[in-house]
């Protein structure tokens, strides 16, 4: 996790994205996405 960021993986078959927006480098909130592979990018998110 990095500071005002969005960073996402996969785990188990599902793909899970956590975000900091607040700058304190800790996800403020956190999606578990059914799937792997759904083809994400950086510019699918905006904060």
């Given at each position: 996790m990095?500071?005002?960021s969005v960073t996402?993986?996969?785990i188990r078959g599902n793909t899970?994205?956590?975000a900091d927006?607040?700058?304190k480098i800790e996800a403020d909130?956190?999606?578990v996405l059914v799937?792997?592979?759904l083809g994400l990018?950086?510019?699918d998110f905006v904060l």
């Open positions: 990095f500071s005002d996402w993986f996969e899970i994205i956590q927006a607040d700058g909130f956190t999606l799937g792997t592979s990018s950086a510019a």
